[in-house]
């Protein structure tokens, strides 16, 4: 039904597009981006809910390819939460400072790790009140923990939902994180949230690309984007 609306919807011209209300518009863009990208899901590798939390401290400013290789070591000298917490965060830091900021991300993975040791069993906690407790965990870190582990409602504001999100018009002219989170969570039915970021991310680095100019005449929002470039 939701398909019929909207195609009726675009039979119109741009301007009527950018018409539609941002719930409409958010739908039609969920809709599309699941038909392209139907098996998107988190880029950090993990296998165990406490090492997303390692991975996504490690992903600022850094790639996720590059934290992928580098866990492998982190997870080789610890390879859980009991032994990472032992370590000095000088330990850690010397094999995470491949991803920049080792002091720090290394710091935070301690501290983190030693929270969870000490008052979770070894566990990661499963309110996003708590996880947004821990060092190092921001709310785009918790929203990715929520869905991905949980399953639970998120939306991630990262670099790429932050960029397509106002280039395609769902807000406008937001670039702080946690408002563009507040905006989106008004327009995006929540079960969506968590799979649509991760689609998001791949759009943004395949079409919708930040440091080109963006593949508008390939990209299959074209026609109802807002193209807020
Ligand atoms: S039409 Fe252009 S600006 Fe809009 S989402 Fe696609 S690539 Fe980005």
């Not at 988190?42 to 390692?54: G, I, P, R």
């Not at 492998?72 to 400072?97: G, N, Q």
């Not at 030693?114 to 499963?126: C, F, G, M, S």
Request: proline fraction near 5%; charge should be neutral; aromatic fraction near 6%.
């Amino acid at each position: 039904m939701q398909a019929t609306v909207f195609s009726e919807l675009f039979n119109y011209d741009i301007g009527e597009a950018k018409r539609m209300t941002k719930e409409k518009l958010a739908l039609e863009v969920i809709d599309r981006l699941k038909k392209e990208y139907p098996d998107a899901g988190c880029t950090l590798d993990y296998d165990q809910a406490w090492k997303l939390l390692v991975s996504v401290r490690l992903a600022a400013q850094c790639t996720d390819a590059r934290v992928n290789v580098v866990v492998e070591d982190l997870y080789a000298k610890y390879p859980d939460v009991a032994s990472l917490a032992a370590a000095e965060p000088e330990d850690i830091e010397t094999i995470v400072r491949p991803c920049g900021l080792g002091k720090s991300k290394a710091r935070d993975i301690s501290a983190c790790m030693r929270i969870l040791h000490e008052q979770y069993a070894d566990n990661v906690p499963t309110t996003f009140e708590e996880l947004l407790k821990l060092p190092g965990v921001g709310r785009k870190s918790a929203n990715l923990i929520m869905g991905d582990v949980f399953g639970k409602p998120a939306i991630v504001t990262d670099t790429h939902c932050i960029r397509l999100c106002n280039r395609i018009g769902l807000v406008d002219g937001i670039k702080e994180p946690k408002k563009v989170e507040m905006a989106l969570w008004k327009i995006i039915p929540p079960e969506e949230g968590s799979d649509f970021c991760h689609r998001l991310v791949y759009h943004g680095r395949e079409v919708c690309t930040a440091r080109t100019k963006p593949y508008c005449d390939r990209c299959c929002l074209a026609d109802i984007c807002a193209k807020n470039i």
